[in-house]
């Protein structure tokens, strides 16, 4: 079925570093959304992307959807320690599936004082 | 407004015993998701409901593994019986599809562990 691929893995930066993680598809997607999860926490919705090219910037963090609509990035500037965490993308399918979402494997994020 | 509520926050308990899972969606919400979260295979879907119905059960690992919601305010999940295996971090989620983004809310997650 339908996967998409997180890279990083693992990413550990030194604070006020900037930090970047790619989502990657094989196929076309209709929208993308990340989530950040603390250590400890629960995953919490940051933002979705739904149109080809799409940039959208929330404070530090700044999300791009791909002109093919089949990759996606998330970059941190001057990360902070509240930053660690464990970033994930996920897309949400249509038809007979529609409000399923299939999540990335995550990236996780380290940030050293 | 109150978030997704899941009880017990941490259950601990030993092989071939029965667990149930409960989770209280977002007032309003009509999809709920379980999840299942591991180190080695990550946030899994196990199923999902529509309305009070499961929609796609195809994430349950196996029969010992079994889902109702009895109405819009209650779901549960229940292992028995439960093999140390089971032992993960379970999200209960819920959304609504009238959002423009259909974000889910999840849970705090209840830590499950089976010795």
């Known amino acids: 079925g339908q996967q998409v691929m997180q890279i990083p893995q693992y990413q550990h930066v030194q604070e006020g570093e900037d930090f970047t993680t790619y989502c990657n598809s094989s196929?076309?997607?209709?929208?993308i959304q990340w989530y950040k999860q603390r250590p400890g926490g629960h995953p919490v919705f940051l933002i979705q992307?739904?149109?080809?090219?799409e940039v959208k910037k929330q404070k530090r963090l700044t999300f791009q959807f791909g002109e093919a609509k089949k990759n996606s990035s998330l970059h941190i500037t001057a990360t902070q320690t509240t930053d660690v965490g464990t970033y994930f993308c996920?897309?949400?399918?249509?038809?007979?599936?529609?409000?399923?979402?299939?999540f990335g494997q995550g990236t996780i994020l380290t940030v050293h004082p | 407004d109150a978030g997704v509520i899941q009880s017990p926050r941490h259950e601990v308990t030993e092989m071939g015993q029965e667990v149930t899972l409960r989770c209280k969606p977002i007032?309003?919400?009509?999809?709920l998701f379980w999840y299942r979260q591991t180190m080695m295979r990550g946030l899994e879907l196990l199923i999902y409901?529509?309305?009070?119905?499961?929609?796609?059960d195809s994430g349950m690992p196996e029969d010992r593994f079994s889902a109702k919601m009895p109405n819009a305010s209650f779901s549960t999940l229940k292992i028995q019986p439960s093999e140390p295996r089971d032992s993960a971090v379970y999200f209960c989620?819920?959304?609504?599809?009238?959002?423009?983004?259909?974000?889910?809310?999840f849970g705090p997650g209840t830590r499950l562990t089976v010795t």
């Open positions: 196929t076309t997607l209709s929208n």
């Open positions: 409901f529509n309305n009070n119905v499961p929609i796609d």
């Open positions: 992307l739904v149109k080809s090219g």
């Open positions: 007032s309003g919400h009509d999809y």
């Open positions: 989620a819920s959304s609504f599809a009238g959002q423009t983004a259909l974000e889910q809310y």
């Open positions: 996920a897309f949400a399918r249509g038809g007979t599936s529609y409000g399923k979402l299939t």
